[in-house]
């Protein structure tokens, strides 16, 4: 029996890593499910905020890359919806996959060819209908969001959501009846994990935050946390700069930091390389205001460093575990007191949460429901 062939589009797709999330989503669904399904990527030749083409792509035209995936990099001079039309008529396919939601290029230029052909689609919204995600520019997205509704395109839609809440999220806005897919985000494949012992002192601890520099990933927050940290802190920080006044407003805070915290900022750091950056560091502190799955947060617990979050991910009850601490963002001692912890840990304290965040991290990554649950959004 042939494999179903899959379209999908996407702003952004590897080589790109900058736009986080949604690229590590869409990349790991197709090198899970290539054994099941025939899948092809429809995206950009640029990465996130950048404008010079990724080197080794062909514009233009499709790629086959080394790991199979075929992938149709646009370039900006020949985005657009003749082009997109023209393409998307030339192929065979059976469900187109959009993972995103408002995306103006790759959401709904996609959404009118589409409903003109009348074909299946599924929607990942990832996390961008809730109600603080809507609620940024909501005079744009509403009317958006209740066109999709009221429009005829809905008949042959239905929505892929990573967890219960974003499920709950997809019926607020589109109604009751919408058909809805459930699959947690996978994690990226994993061939031989290392163990690395990290040396821990007591009186000092090394932490790290990978995300862009925006508000809702709160490094503002982690920032005011560490301006009465005690011990000896180091602090990395990793991620593209997405909002200019706010990283203003965080190097405010970096200029004021005791003199035993050390902070650093390197700038965005690809997938690849997260585990060499990780590899002295004891803890993530990361207090989000809300991921809709958080890859950073599996790949830190993957190189045994508990994460320090919030409560508004997935990854909660942590702490019973030994695997981390999920902490209310409304009561910032919790966070300060947390530090204090860490920063107070010695070597076989550390190890022990170090190997429950590991055979957390584990446990995830190796439930065969992962998979199934993933290969029924396409059934």
């Known amino acids: 029996m042939p494999k179903k062939k899959i379209l999908l ?75 997109m039309s023209k393409l998307i008529n030339e192929e065979e396919f059976d469900i187109a996959y959009l993972n995103s939601m408002y995306s103006p290029r790759f959401t709904i230029m996609p959404l009118f060819i589409l409903n003109k052909l009348g074909k299946k689609v599924i929607l990942a919204p990832r996390g961008m209908l809730a109600p603080t995600a809507i609620a940024i520019k909501s005079w744009k997205k509403k009317p958006f969001l209740l066109w999709i509704k009221n429009s005829s395109m809905i008949k042959n839609m239905k929505f892929h959501a990573a967890s219960l809440h974003e499920a709950d999220h997809i019926r607020q806005v589109f109604g009751k009846k919408v058909e809805i897919k459930i699959a947690p985000n996978l994690p990226g494949k994993i061939e031989s994990p290392v163990t690395i012992e990290k040396r821990k002192e007591v009186g000092s601890v090394n932490l790290i935050n990978v995300a862009r520099v925006s508000p809702e990933k709160n490094l503002h927050y982690a920032l005011e946390v560490l301006l009465n940290a005690k011990g000896k802190v180091k602090f990395d920080i990793y991620g593209p700069v997405y909002d200019y006044p706010y990283w203003e407003k965080c190097k405010e805070i970096l200029s004021r930091l005791p003199s035993n915290v050390e902070c650093e900022y390197f700038g965005p750091i690809s997938k690849d390389s997260l585990p060499q950056a990780m590899k002295d560091v004891h803890f993530l502190l990361m207090p989000t205001q809300g991921e809709n799955f958080g890859h950073t947060i ?28 999920d902490l209310p963002l409304e009561e910032q001692q919790k966070f300060e007191d947390v530090l204090h912890k860490v920063v107070s840990m010695d070597q076989e304290e550390f190890n022990t949460w170090s190997e429950g965040t590991r055979k957390f991290a584990a446990a995830f990554i190796n439930n065969p429901d992962l998979l199934k649950q993933s290969i029924d959004i396409f059934n």
Request: one cysteine or more; glycine letters at 8%.
């Open 298 to 325: 599996l790949e830190a617990m993957i190189c045994g460093c508990p994460p320090i979050i919030s409560d508004r991910t997935p990854w909660i009850g942590l702490e019973p575990l030994k695997a981390g601490f």
């Open 9 to 83: 589009f996407s702003d952004w797709f590897y080589p790109g890593f900058m736009a986080g999330g949604p690229i590590q989503s869409s990349f790991n669904l197709i090198n899970h499910l290539q054994e099941f399904y025939d899948f092809s990527v429809i995206t950009r030749d640029t990465d996130y905020t950048d404008t010079v083409p990724y080197r080794g792509v062909k514009s233009d035209e499709w790629n086959i890359l080394p790991n199979g995936m075929r992938v149709y990099y646009f370039s900006e001079k020949k985005l657009s919806y003749p082009a």
